[in-house]
């Protein structure tokens, strides 16, 4: 039964959501949207589970010393100003000290880690274009055209050539045709992956996600 | 002339002059009222044609929305180009009085009635303004709204999407009587048992990050299928296999996934639940963190499978940093160039949803496989025949009927 029942469900409200899809009455679409805020809310209430966890792994990790237990001990003591200051004087109140916190700690945290993406693309970037191979050399010279066709630099070099090979043409000929072609394979095949895949879950044929085949 | 009679003479032509410009002045101001003496417009612009009135059904239908269409006044963008609105009525019978239902602006073709009683037979009227007149009312009925049963516009998908699931059960019918069904070599699938050994033999964990979507994305459960398979395998070898995750469920999942795993290899003590950790909601907190984990725990062997943004190259370029070995599988495609440049082996698109069936064999899962094959057979077929259709005959009429099914 441990594996029935939830077989079970999935199998009738995945029937129902498909339903839901190609039957447009409003007693079948409320229900199913009824359904979909359930979702969201055992969802939301699920952090509970993340913060059990954080704080059981953290702890374990200070009390057998493991390497880097100095982090663990960093990580619980924020949690707890977090909690300390979130509950009694609110989260999202403008002037709160959660609110100060968030602002003026995580947000510029999180900000620095998005800005060293940059970096990353430089290294990555030199690393792609490196002059390995026929498709390597391909893949340097459509970048080459792309990236110059979409700045001013790329019209003013060519501005002067004829109209079909300026840089920012040809860039739009890249992007609308063998990019784009390319794109669309790729979402297309994935789209059929996502119909078996979902086929198979429905119908319980695929139940790893469960924990085992059996 | 003395110097008296001088400053009289300045001062009356100083009056005169300033009189003179007050009456210029009101002559202008004048002017519009000049104009507002013209006579009024008393020609009523050109009424609509083609008024219809239609049951709308929409995503939620509840049989209270009646769509109309007409075609725009002769007089709204030609003729005296006059009309300013249109305004429609609506009345409960052929001899019911009309109400007033609303205003479209002009150029507008279309007025959804959305307070309709549904199965009540209602007229339409309509009629072009031109901010003095009305046109001849033009009407329509009777129609009644309801809620209906079937989304008629969807029906070229469920059409096509029973095709599909047709192929998916046969495959799968044939696969389990025994049929040898070919399936592709996927390189990247074959790479990960080859990153597992090699974790094994360094000593070192292997990392497995499943995304940062949420468990109803279904890129995660895809991601959770596979990490049923990874883990087996160092399950099998004894092998620590961290899994960091960014939401709570997709955690309880992999917790699940992975003890299960042990106890169907027969090592159910070697799972340790600390290792599958929650990290945080937050995107680049997450990063950071499974930053961190590469950094100091140093994996051999680093696999990413499910759904990933713009962390995916800050966690593929440390990796790539820090030495591991890298497998990358997702279906977010501005996310695959990143993986592609910075991990060894990537899965691209349908290439995740195949990794079960690849990794188990099993033939059930492998008929699944073969079903979305032959589909996009029949879709790559179906699109050729119509780009050759189209370009033998632009007017070909199966290309513009298959076109708007």
């Known amino acids: 039964m441990r594996r029935e029942i939830p077989l079970a469900i999935t199998f009738l409200i995945g029937i129902f959501m498909l339903v839901d899809f190609f039957v447009p009455h409003h007693v079948v679409s409320s229900s199913a949207e009824e359904m979909k805020q359930w979702g969201t809310i055992v969802i939301a209430a699920s952090i509970l589970l993340g913060v059990g966890n954080l704080i059981r792994v953290h702890f374990h990790k200070i009390r057998r010393r493991r390497e880097g237990w100095g982090y663990s001990i960093t990580t619980l003591a924020i949690m707890g100003v977090m909690f300390f200051f979130g509950g009694p004087w609110g989260t999202i109140e403008e002037g709160s000290a959660f609110n100060w916190m968030f602002l003026n700690m995580q947000v510029p945290l999180q900000s620095t880690m998005f800005s060293l993406l940059a970096f990353f693309i430089a290294s990555a970037a030199y690393r792609a274009f490196r002059l390995r191979s026929a498709e390597a050399s391909l893949l340097l010279i459509a970048a080459i055209i792309v990236m110059l066709g979409r700045v001013p630099l790329g019209q003013l070099l060519t501005r002067s050539w004829p109209e079909a090979i300026q840089l920012p043409n040809m860039t739009e000929v890249i992007m609308a045709y063998p990019n784009m072609a390319a794109f669309r394979g790729i979402l297309m095949g994935a789209a059929l992956g996502v119909m078996a895949m979902g086929l198979r879950i429905i119908l319980g044929i695929e139940r790893s996600y469960l924990g085992g085949e059996k | ?405």
């Open chain 2, 1 to 405: 002339m003395n110097a008296a009679m001088t400053m009289k003479l300045l001062r009356c032509f100083s009056f005169s002059a300033v009189v003179l410009l007050a009456a210029c002045a009101w002559a202008q101001d004048a002017e519009p009222d000049t104009a507002a003496a013209l006579p009024l417009d008393t020609i009523p612009p050109a009424p609509v044609t083609g008024l219809s009135a239609r049951d709308y059904v929409d995503n939620s239908d509840a049989g209270d929305k009646i769509e109309l269409t007409w075609v725009l006044s002769p007089d709204d963008g030609g003729g005296a180009e006059d009309v300013v609105s249109y305004q429609l009525w609506r009345s409960g019978g052929a001899e019911a009085e009309w109400d007033s239902l609303g205003t479209a602006a002009a150029g507008e073709t279309r007025y959804r009635d959305e307070a309709a009683e549904p199965g009540v037979d209602y007229y339409y009227g309509i009629a072009a303004f031109d901010g003095a007149n009305y046109s001849e009312r033009v009407s329509f009925g009777p129609v009644a709204g309801r809620a209906n049963f079937f989304q008629s516009s969807r029906m070229s998908v469920l059409v096509l999407m029973l095709v599909f699931f047709g192929m998916v059960l046969v495959f799968t019918k044939l696969a389990e009587r025994g049929a040898d069904l070919f399936v592709r070599r996927i390189p990247g699938l074959n790479a990960i048992e080859e990153a597992v050994g090699r974790a094994t033999e360094m000593g070192r964990p292997v990392l497995y990050v499943p995304g940062i979507g949420e468990i109803d994305n279904i890129m995660t459960i895809a991601s959770l299928t596979i990490l049923s398979h990874v883990a087996k395998i160092t399950a099998r070898y004894e092998t620590p296999l961290i899994v960091p995750t960014a939401r709570a469920v997709v955690m309880s999942a992999a917790e699940e996934v992975v003890k299960e795993a042990h106890a169907a290899v027969g090592k159910p003590d070697g799972y340790n639940p600390d290792n599958i950790r929650y990290l945080s909601d937050a995107q680049f907190a997450f990063a950071g963190a499974v930053n961190g984990i590469m950094l100091r725990e140093k994996p051999a062997a680093n696999l990413y499978m499910g759904a990933f943004w713009a962390e995916s190259l800050l966690l593929a370029e440390t990796g790539f940093e820090a030495g591991a070995i890298q497998v990358a599988g997702t279906a977010m495609v501005s996310q695959l160039p990143f993986f592609v440049t910075a991990c060894d082996f990537t899965l691209m698109g349908e290439e995740l949803y195949a990794a079960s069936a690849y990794l188990s064999r099993e033939p059930k899962l492998l008929g699944g496989l073969k079903g979305s094959d032959w589909m996009k057979v029949l879709s790559i077929t179906i699109m050729t025949a119509g780009v050759v259709l189209y370009l033998l005959n632009p007017d070909n009429a199966f290309v513009a009927w298959f076109s708007s099914w």
